[in-house]
């Protein structure tokens, strides 16, 4: 994985450390924390104009899985995906960030949060992503999922919220509407959550923190 260099100016670091203090109590206390436009409006400005300005080639079909595991799935989720890897200003911003908020609660939370991988996705009209949950007990070393939404005007009829479920009972879940600057944060393996159908082009980004699963020689992540 690429190291990111820290920034200690990077947008306000008040604003940050206030939502990253918010962000650390609410993991603590439920598991999860939803923060509606909570997202510096610098950093979403600059992340939108890029994604809706990348060339459609830069996006390839999701899937699900990983390695030997990894398959397309068209039943499970439709949406179309794009790796960030700091090749663009934007995306550099972004993980600069998402380094910071990792080694805030890395200091808040004992978590060892060694790495962070995460990407845009694009959900055209019709698109969703059926009810999943981004770890398996034992399976992976994804410790915490992220999602922020890149959409400046978002209406009840566009649908695409994320529902974010509280266990595996919970049949009705809360719902998120995924406009400009929302920030969720969740516990990987505790929370099963879907995208339902968008009725318009929904752009967002989701992430996970994760830990060293190294064994021998074969490094988890890999770099």
Same mark, same amino acid.
């Given at each position: 994985? @690429?190291? %990111?260099?820290?920034? *200690?100016?990077? %947008?306000?670091?008040?604003?940050?450390? +206030?939502?990253?203090?918010? &962000? +650390?109590r609410d993991i603590e206390k439920k598991g %999860?924390? &939803?923060n509606p436009a909570a997202l510096p409006i610098g950093l979403s400005a600059i992340l939108f104009?890029? @994604?809706i300005?990348? #060339?459609?080639? /830069?996006?390839?079909n999701a899937g699900i899985g990983r390695e030997r $595991?990894?398959? /397309?799935?068209?039943f499970v989720r439709s949406d179309e995906i794009c790796w960030i890897n700091g090749e663009s200003d934007a995306g550099t911003q972004w993980l600069n960030w998402a380094t910071q908020l990792q080694a805030y609660l890395n200091r808040r939370l004992f978590l060892g949060l060694f !790495?962070? =991988? *995460?990407h845009f996705a694009h959900y055209s009209p019709g698109d969703y992503y059926k009810r999943h949950v981004d770890a398996f007990n034992g399976k992976t070393n994804r410790i915490l999922s992220l999602a922020t939404y890149l959409n400046p005007e978002w209406l009840p009829e566009d649908g695409g919220e994320l529902v974010l479920y509280r266990n595996?009972?919970?049949r009705d879940g809360i719902r998120v509407t995924p406009v400009l600057g929302t920030l969720v944060v969740f516990l990987s393996e505790e929370f099963p959550h =879907? @995208?339902?159908? !968008?009725? $318009?082009?929904? %752009? #967002? &980004? +989701?992430?996970?923190?994760r830990v060293n699963c190294s064994i021998e020689n074969r490094p988890d992540p890999p770099l």
């Open positions: 994985m @690429v190291a %990111y260099e820290l920034s *200690s100016n990077l %947008y306000c670091d008040e604003f940050n450390q +206030a939502l990253f203090e918010r &962000i +650390a %999860y924390s &939803i104009d890029h @994604v300005q990348m #060339s459609g080639s /830069k996006f390839e $595991q990894y398959m /397309k799935n068209h !790495s962070f =991988e *995460s595996q009972q919970d =879907e @995208v339902l159908v !968008s009725n $318009q082009d929904r %752009y #967002s &980004i +989701a992430g996970w923190f």
